[in-house]
């Protein structure tokens, strides 16, 4: 079975500075690796995946994703922090004929 | 392109009464299919998850129950809603392959 462990429910940044989401996952095998985005009051929308290939994954809206199998993790950054960013993001593992799964959600804040 | 519809968009309901919303997905065929419930100030938490028709798998007892007429139909069912049923569900769908997923619109569900 798979499982995804989003470290930080609550996570509060200043405009302008470092963005880091953490999520970690368990499968065993291969995993496909996801993030999602929830802007208030709407749906989730994918915002970048790893399945094969280069490990730097490059998203929407200048956000990136690095898969480090060594360290199981699939952490979310973005170099500078827009006002716009505030919104809730999951992280989510899957596996070709496995079930998608996801993690519980860490709500970004960003401070003027 | 897949698209997935999910209706109605916002329901209100009395306690006691029944429930029944609809997922439907297109675009892919035997897709996985999952109902997630978004509770206020709260994460996903999958509800039920489905690999094929008639095939569900139920992730938390309670009170709803979850059904899969058709290859690209999930219904969410409950016979009597309870106040803390109330939320923001989200239906969602990946490919056995693994490499995507994605979220429909949603169906906020206030029962008073």
């Known amino acids: 079975a798979q499982s995804v462990t989003q470290l930080g429910s609550h996570v509060s940044v200043s405009e302008g500075a470092l963005v880091l989401l953490r999520c970690n996952y368990s499968s065993s095998v291969p995993p496909y690796l996801f993030w999602y985005v929830q802007y208030p009051n709407q749906g989730l929308q994918l915002l970048l995946k790893y399945t094969t290939g280069a490990t730097l994954v490059k998203g929407i809206n200048g956000f990136e994703a690095e898969f480090k199998k060594s360290e199981t993790s699939f952490h979310l950054t973005k170099p500078s922090a827009h006002m716009s960013d505030a919104a809730e993001y999951f992280c989510a593992v899957s596996a070709p004929g496995n079930d998608m799964r996801f993690g519980a959600g860490t709500r970004l804040t960003v401070k003027p | 392109s897949q698209t997935i519809h999910q209706w109605p968009a916002t329901l209100v309901q009395p306690v006691g009464s029944p429930l029944s919303l609809e997922c439907t997905v297109e675009g892919t065929s035997n897709p996985n299919l999952y109902w997630y419930r978004q509770a206020a100030g709260r994460g996903l938490q999958l509800l039920f998850y489905s690999v094929g028709i008639g095939q569900i798998s139920s992730e938390v007892p309670q009170n709803l129950s979850a059904s899969r007429p058709q290859d690209r139909q999930f219904i969410l069912s409950s016979k009597k809603l309870l106040l803390s049923d109330s939320g923001f569900y989200l239906c969602?769908?990946?490919?056995?392959?693994?490499?995507?997923?994605?979220f429909g619109p949603g169906t906020r569900l206030t029962v008073l």
């Open positions: 969602a769908w990946s490919g056995t392959s693994g490499r995507n997923g994605y």
